[in-house]
């Protein structure tokens, strides 16, 4: 069983930058994979970023491609969303979720390969 806990969330005006935070709780954190999601009112939950659980691949969304950064220290158990040139248009929900197959070689994009899911920190983007 894995917990997952988002925190770093706010406003920030377009051009700004923030970072997400996603603490894993349970022995077993280090050998899954992690990805950030979002979703904005009214639209369908979307990828933003994974990385893989020995930190070795990392995949994002087209829409954040060279402003976001995934991150992770496997010692605190804690993955990192870096969000650099924040647009109004990545105001959302911002979640975390952990793959379900430990040690899985490869990336996942779709929501349904991500079993554990934290309650999300909320970005608003103000132009």
């Known amino acids: 069983q894995v917990q997952l806990v988002e925190s770093g969330g706010g406003l920030v005006q377009a051009g700004g930058s923030l970072r997400l935070s996603c603490a894993g709780s349970?022995?077993?954190?280090?050998?899954?994979?992690v990805g950030w999601f979002r979703q904005a009112p009214g639209k369908e939950r979307e990828f933003v970023a994974a990385?893989?659980?020995?930190?070795?691949?990392?995949v994002y969304a087209d829409s954040v491609k060279g402003r976001f950064t995934v991150s992770r220290d496997n010692a605190e158990r804690t993955v990192y969303l870096q969000m650099n040139s924040l647009k109004p248009e990545d105001t959302a929900l911002y979640y975390c979720?952990?793959?379900?197959?430990?040690?899985?070689?490869?990336?996942?994009?779709?929501?349904?390969?991500?079993?554990?899911w934290g309650q999300g920190t909320q970005v608003t983007v103000s132009s």
């Open positions: 979720a952990s793959d379900g197959v430990r040690l899985r070689p490869d990336l996942r994009v779709g929501a349904n390969d991500y079993v554990y």
């Open positions: 349970g022995r077993t954190f280090s050998t899954y994979a």
């Open positions: 990385i893989n659980w020995d930190v070795a691949i990392t």
